[in-house]
């Protein structure tokens, strides 16, 4: 099928016109922080909506699959040949605009899916608005929305208005807004599923003293820095928290099991904190997966909890 579904791909660019560039045979090592992966069909760098719903028409009626990528900061590609197309969204989708706050909406700040989260929250807090808590925390404003981003206290689709998205409308991808409530998300996770693709967010916040904020932000990365392996080759936790209820966290479970520095091949458990899984020696895919799996099973017999994942995985 893969080689297919290449010449399928390469069939729709004769045909069409696109601004967009397109890369075939791309190691997604290259686009995961963990710098493991094998070989995708394709990567689709999309600057516009327009060709975004064109792209996403034609893969769905050639049947092909396609995985849509942020900072990468948050999966984990397969070593094989993979029998799908990546996409990443660039050009308009890259920007922050925050608007005059008005009576009827207040304030309005938007982004593209494709911004960085951390340029995200430093040009909001010139703006004297608190984001601090996503302070640290890598990616783009997408991955960030559709993962829940934050803190133990805090997420940030709690100040979620509405998005703006790539979706299905009498069977063909178009351009659709949604407006969005506290019944559409949940610890690190964002239940809508009538989208496959995040392009815009809108989201209120209050004002706040500018200096306030920044002092947060110095000190909420002051805190990730000791207290997790920010410098090594990783994809943030690992896992999913148990629920609220459970008597300890995903990375103190891990940690009790005597995983910490536990390797398999050129993976390891972190040092520093147990629910981050790091690429220390050239580890492949299948190595990290394996070492996942392994934790998985210790953390099972010890707390009789499965513990879910909080990274993508790709391809397995």
Do not use: W
């Not at 049947?63 to 070593?79: E, H, Q, R």
């Not at 909420?220 to 936790?237: E, F, Y």
């Not at 966290?249 to 091949?265: A, N, R, V, W």
């Amino acid at each position: 099928m893969f080689d297919l579904n290449t010449k399928k791909i390469k069939k729709f660019l004769r045909d069409t016109t696109l601004e967009s560039e397109v890369k075939f045979f791309q190691e997604t090592s290259g686009f995961s922080s963990l710098k493991a992966g094998g070989k995708c069909i394709c990567i689709f760098f999309v600057i516009n909506i327009k060709e975004l719903c064109r792209i996403l028409n034609f893969l769905k009626k050639a049947d092909i699959s396609f995985y849509v990528i942020g900072g990468g900061t948050n999966t984990l590609f397969a070593d094989d040949s993979i029998d799908a197309v990546v996409i990443k969204l660039t050009g308009d989708f890259d920007y922050v605009k925050i608007a005059a706050e008005n009576k009827k909406s207040g304030n309005i700040i938007s982004a593209g899916a494709a911004y960085s989260l951390e340029r995200f929250v430093v040009e909001t807090a010139k703006n004297g608005f608190d984001f601090s808590f996503l302070a640290g925390i890598p990616g783009t404003v997408g991955g960030a929305v559709a993962g829940n981003a934050g803190s133990l206290q805090s997420g940030i689709c709690r100040y979620l208005k509405s998005i703006r998205y790539a979706g299905l409308k009498e069977h063909s991808f178009s351009s659709l807004d949604a407006k969005i409530s506290g019944d559409d998300y949940a610890y690190r996770s964002f239940k809508l599923d009538i989208f496959p693709v995040i392009t815009d967010i809108h989201l209120t916040a209050d004002s706040s003293d500018r200096t306030e904020i920044f002092k947060k932000i110095r000190n909420n990365i002051k805190i990730k820095k000791s207290a997790q392996p920010l410098n090594t080759k990783n994809a943030g936790c690992f896992f999913k928290n148990p629920s609220a209820e459970a008597e300890y966290s995903s990375g103190e479970m891990i940690d009790i099991c005597g995983l910490k520095g536990f390797k398999y091949g050129g993976a390891r458990v972190s040092l520093k904190h147990a629910n981050f899984l790091e690429n220390y020696d050239n580890a492949s895919g299948e190595d990290i997966y394996i070492l996942s799996k392994i934790v998985k099973d210790f953390v099972k017999k010890r707390f009789k909890i499965d513990l879910e994942y909080e990274v993508k995985l790709v391809g397995f």
